[in-house]
C-alpha cells in the first residue's frame, strides 16, 4: 500500500471510530467502507466494524468482521494488532454465548496484552455476558 494511502486507511479507521463513538452509525460504516476498499487486507477497518455490531446486538455480523480481522493476523504481528481482534471477538463471542470462541479469544488477549487494563475488562464483561446466557 503506498504510503498516501496507508495514511488514508488509517485516518478514514480513526475517523470511524469517532463517529461511532458520537453515534454516527451511517458516518462510521460509510468510512470503513472506503477504509476496506483502500486496503482489504488491513485488520483495523474489520475490528471497528466489529465493535460497530457489538454496539448494535447485531453479534453475527460482528463475528463475521471479527473473525475476518483475526485472519488478516498472524503470531509474527504487533500484539496491538492482535489484541484488537482478540478483544472484539471475546465479547461478540460471549454475547453469543460461545464459551469455547470466548475463551480462546480471551486467552489470544491476555497472551498480547497480559498487563493491559482492558484484558481485565474484557474477561469480566465477556463473563458476565456468558452468564446472561447461561442455561
Known amino acids: 500500500m503506498p504510503d498516501h494511502s496507508a495514511r488514508r486507511y488509517h485516518t478514514l479507521v480513526l475517523r ?3 463517529q461511532r463513538r458520537q453515534g454516527d452509525a451511517a458516518g462510521a460504516n460509510a468510512s470503513l467502507a ?4 483502500i486496503a482489504p487486507s488491513r485488520p483495523e477497518a474489520l475490528v471497528e466494524l466489529g465493535w460497530a455490531c457489538l454496539d ?3 453479534t ?5 468482521f471479527a473473525r475476518r480481522a483475526r ?9 496491538t494488532h492482535i489484541a484488537a481482534w482478540a478483544h472484539v ?4 463471542a460471549a454475547s453469543a454465548g460461545d464459551r469455547e470462541e470466548t475463551a480462546a479469544a480471551l486467552a489470544q ?7 493491559a487494563s482492558y484484558t481485565a475488562e474484557a474477561r469480566a464483561r465477556a463473563l458476565s455476558l456468558l452468564q446472561e446466557h447461561a442455561p
Do not use: K, M, V
Not at 71 to 76: G, V
Not at 109 to 115: C, G, R, V, Y
Open 16 to 18: 470511524a471510530r469517532l
Open 34 to 37: 472506503l477504509a476496506i476498499a
Open 56 to 58: 448494535n446486538g447485531q
Open 60 to 64: 453475527e455480523h460482528g463475528l463475521e
Open 71 to 79: 485472519s488478516l493476523t498472524s503470531a509474527h504481528d504487533s500484539p
Open 89 to 92: 471477538l471475546s465479547l461478540l
Open 109 to 115: 488477549l491476555e497472551h498480547a496484552s497480559p498487563d
